[in-house]
């Protein structure tokens, strides 16, 4: 019987069920413990995750920022290398005007020294042919004396009377020089 009464009893009882006083203890230590992560878990949990947020947006701020200072930097590059490429035009521009007055200024110079060096030559020929006359008039003035000594046949030494007659005999040749020259250019 008594057998049966603990049997009754214990089909009596639903399994699924838990007993009562189990039942309070254990919505009791819910809610302990509920309450404790709501205040103090719960609050943590939301700071970190605001402080995870901000420093996430504040990074996609400060990329943004970054690229932005990135992107003025390049355009700043870009400007000043253009500005560069300007002044390395200007001054190519300037080098080759340089170089055309140098060339023409050179050339002027070496044109003076060519009229220079002419002038020279012109003056030494004239001063090389006075001297050639000179010599040449002398020489020829001494042949014509002796030959004339030979024709005549006695020797001619007087030179006064020497001087003159080269001169005479000379002035003739040139005479007739200059009366060729004359007849040749008409």
């Not at 007087?158 to 040749?184: C, H, M, N, P, Y």
């Amino acid at each position: 019987m008594n057998a049966l009464v603990i049997r009754a009893a214990e089909e009596a009882e639903n399994p699924l069920l838990p007993p009562i006083p189990e039942l309070v203890i254990g919505l009791i230590a819910f809610l302990i413990v509920f309450l404790f992560l709501g205040k103090k878990l719960l609050p943590n949990l939301n700071r970190v995750l605001d402080e995870r947020r901000a420093a996430i947006e504040g990074g996609m701020e400060k990329a943004k920022a970054a690229q932005d200072e990135a992107q003025q930097a390049l355009e700043d590059y870009r400007a000043q290398l253009a500005d560069a490429r300007h002044e390395a035009a200007r001054l190519r521009q300037e080098a080759q005007e340089q170089g055309v007055a140098l060339i023409a200024e050179m050339r002027a110079e070496g044109q003076r020294q060519r009229e220079e060096i002419i002038a020279a030559g012109h003056a030494q020929i004239e001063a090389d042919r006075q001297v050639a006359a000179a010599t040449l008039r002398q020489d020829v003035g001494q042949l014509a004396m002796d030959l004339a000594g030979r024709i005549v046949g006695e020797s001619v030494t007087d030179s006064a009377v020497q001087g003159r007659t080269i001169d005479r005999f000379l002035d003739a040749l040139e005479s007739k020089a200059a009366e060729q020259k004359t007849e040749a250019g008409r």
